[in-house]
């Protein structure tokens, strides 16, 4: 723990924070406390700070729409199912057998039903 200590005792010892004690709230609203040495040897670590923030909202934003975007292809996704399978139920019922005998007779196309099965040529 020594080491520790000896460690923050010389940050501690190598920064100078009288300005930043000395400042009240009227400094922190006007922005004279920009003008304070300390405040101004960070500022790399403020900006760096602010663009990360910026990144970070940016990166939400991204998200959030590619999530929408993903939600409703899948919603499209499902109807486009429910589509296929309600004309996939249509044309099997409609290719039935009894159902291509019962539209040749409203049409009056003549058409009878074959009495002897196909015959396989080899």
Known sequence: MSRFKKFMSSI???EDY???KSSS?????NGNILTKKFIQKQY?????AAVLAFVY?????YCETQMNKENKLKRELKDVKYESLTLSAELIQMSRRSHVLKLANE????????TTPPIKLD
Not at 25 to 29: A, E, G, M, T, V
Not at 44 to 48: A, D, Y
């Open 12 to 14: 501690k010892g190598s």
């Open 18 to 20: 009288s300005d930043i």
């Open 25 to 29: 709230l009227r400094d922190l609203l």
């Open 44 to 48: 790399g670590l403020l900006i760096m």
């Open 57 to 61: 909202v940016g990166n939400r934003y």
């Open 107 to 114: 049409k009056g196309l003549g058409l009878v039903e074959a």
